[in-house]
């Protein structure tokens, strides 16, 4: 079992996951008005992305005084703060695998 902050396993399970909620979270942000989604480039899809991620981030930094004054339950707000914290680690996860790639690239020779 993993704490909040403690280490996260890669299992697949936990990246499914995560990605279920990007998905999930990244279509509501949709529906309040979010700009439209760039071209479909590998450059755009991850600035997309990462907006998606910052949202979610900075959705959650405001939720311990939603807490404090009763408007939410003090489960929901544990669930979104878990959930802002995978996105995160998976986050990271890719760009640590997206530097080593580039590393390898440019170890090749021509």
């Given at each position: 079992?993993?704490t ?7 299992g ?10 990007m998905?999930?979270?990244s ?49 929901e ?23 080593d ?7 090749m020779?021509?």
């Amino acid at each position: 079992m993993s704490t909040i902050g403690g280490n996260l396993g890669l299992g697949r399970s936990n990246i499914e996951q995560a990605l279920q909620a990007m998905k999930q979270r990244s279509q509501e942000l949709q529906g309040i008005g979010q700009t439209e989604p760039s071209k479909a480039s590998f450059g755009g899809s991850l600035s997309d992305s990462v907006v998606a991620l910052n949202q979610t981030v900075q959705a959650t930094e405001t939720l311990h005084l939603e807490a404090l004054k009763g408007d939410m339950d003090f489960h929901e707000v544990a669930a979104r703060v878990k959930e802002a914290q995978l996105s995160f680690d998976f986050a990271m996860q890719v760009r640590n695998k997206l530097i080593d790639a580039y590393r390898e690239v440019m170890r090749m020779s021509v």
